[in-house]
């Protein structure tokens, strides 16, 4: 709930609409730990969870079941994020979220690339969504999964 990250504000407010609906409580949370780039690592009910992204899941020791990479592969495709959710080192859910593109978005790319100007995506978003939604306005070059310090650093560059 304390997470800036836009992807933790959209589980969240999907989970208070979920609450209200079905008037469940917050469990209490202990040793809640945000991993930069990965995701978040909590105690709840005496039970480690962890949510965020495949790599988080795998240097944790979570077995990823050829099922649910093929899920994930999929929402990819569709340009969504797929994060993942383990309870004690067992995956147990993927979520699918989608951050939909601004109305004017493929105009402005347009516009861009018929000035000349070649357009580059740096997303922390990873490889499958980011080049989705490159595809999608006309995108030259992407840069994904990167970090929030790779992303200034590799901006720096470019300018």
């Given at each position: 709930m304390n997470s800036g990250h836009p992807l933790a504000k959209a589980i969240v407010e999907y989970a208070k609409i979920f609450r209200e609906e079905n008037g469940s409580a917050w469990p209490d949370v202990?040793?809640?730990?945000?991993?930069?780039?990965?995701g978040v690592k909590a105690t709840l009910c005496n039970k480690t969870v962890l949510i965020g992204n495949k790599s988080l899941m795998l240097n944790s020791?979570?077995?990823?079941?050829?099922?649910a990479s093929d899920i994930i592969e999929?929402?990819?495709?569709?340009?969504?994020t797929g994060i993942m959710v383990s309870i004690n080192g067992e995956l147990v859910g993927i979520i699918a979220i989608s951050d939909p593109l601004k109305d004017n978005a493929q105009e402005v790319i347009s516009i861009l690339r018929s000035m000349g100007i070649r357009t580059i995506m740096v997303t922390g978003d990873n490889w499958g969504t980011a080049n989705a939604v490159s595809?999608?306005?006309?995108?030259?070059?992407?840069?994904?999964?990167?970090?929030?310090?790779?992303?200034?650093?590799?901006?720096?560059?470019l300018q």
């Open positions: 202990q040793n809640c730990e945000s991993i930069t780039g990965h020791g979570v077995a990823i079941p050829i099922e999929e929402i990819e495709k569709l340009a969504m595809k999608e306005l006309g995108i030259d070059e992407v840069i994904a999964e990167a970090k929030p310090d790779e992303k200034a650093e590799k901006i720096k560059e």
